[in-house]
């Protein structure tokens, strides 16, 4: 007799065993006809799975139907969740109707390259009809999962929260070679370091000011899973940067109004109008004056500051503003100027893209990506060409003397004082080390020993 094959992927190798063991209870000479595991086949996607062979006319059909089988998909660029579950053996009703339902919690929209898929079916039995969708699971975050599952004829969606939980972390290096590379070898998430270097964009050139020997530290918020591993972090707390032999520590802090800052220990914002260098990660190729224009041939005043860097490195607001231009502009190719006050304005040039959202006439926040490096208009290489106009004339970037941020006052300062205090304690409680309060000559004890504080 010709027997009709049929091959599946099982969640649970042991389940589908089971199932046949099962029906052999029943089942005369059923026990000859258990599913044979093969844990070397591979899907189309070359991944091993665990497969079984049913024989398609034996006793096993009713295991047959109950078996399930998954497909797990990452969206691609220019990917549509229809087109995804469609491929992936979905037909185009169903994928409908789950996507249809998807909607009350998730805005198919959203997706994004990168997001993950799980795709649940269940085998027809029949050689000619579809297979039917059990399940649809949307990983959108650490935190949170979209589940569409088969209700009857129906689908059901909700979301499915794993809660993290936040731990404050510190950490400590000093700078033989970069930054990146200490803080890589103390532990610090790229995130973290990247979030450092924009705390001290204001006052320090992270290409010229670093030298060997300097030192920094830093104490952030990161949050784990249930199974303890870190999968993001938070704000940093309090950093301290070590320049020839100078500290500067500066502390997140909150104020009345609700505005978020750095301040030094006086109470001092670290913000000044303008930063001094807005991009991380660049090599200064070019400065300020007459040069050889390596193009044109002749010598003429470089208005600006170049920066080398990779392709796509964001670049980001120097200050606070309005955008005045915003698209292709002659020899400056793609290029965005941006209006700070009646005095000082900054532009952006050469990128290779415009960040979303800026155009002539939005409002930016100072910090905020503008654009992207590139090489588009007159240009040999990927690099930001960084101008500051003031009163209508270019100046050197690298030399303009800005006004530093407020002062806290009055009970304001007060309170920062206070927290700033409670910062320094649990920093030094972290690196296991003594640390002196403001308010007494007398150290704290250390955390080793007997009467140590909580640690």
Known sequence: MNKLFTVLTIIGGATAVSLAGVTSLTAPGAADEIPVLDANAEDERGATQPVAYYDADSMHESAQLAATYQRDVVVGDGDTLMALMVKNGVTAGEAHNAITTMGEVFKPRYLMPGHEIVLTLRPSGEPDAADSLV???LVESVERDVLVRRDGDDFLAETLDHPLEME???AEGQIEISLFLAGEEAGVPPGVLADLIQVYSFDVDFQRDIRKGD????????????????????????????????????YRFETASGTVDFFDEDGKSARRSLMRTPINGARLSSGFGNRKHPILGFTKLHTGTDFAAPRGTPIYAAGSGTVETAGRNGGYGLYVRIRHNGTYKTAYAHMSGIARGVRKGTRVEQGKVIGYVGTTGRSTGNHLHYEVIRNGKFINSRRMHLPSGTKLKGEELEAYLMAKETADVQYAMLMRREFEFASTADPVASCEGPDSVAC
């Open 135 to 137: 399940s649809m699971k």
């Open 168 to 170: 404050i972390a510190a």
């Open 215 to 250: 030192g920094f530290a830093v104490m952030y918020e990161r949050f784990v899973d249930e199974g303890g591993a870190t999968v993001r972090t938070g704000n940093i707390l309090r950093a301290s940067m070590t320049l020839s032999g100078k500290e500067r520590t500066l």
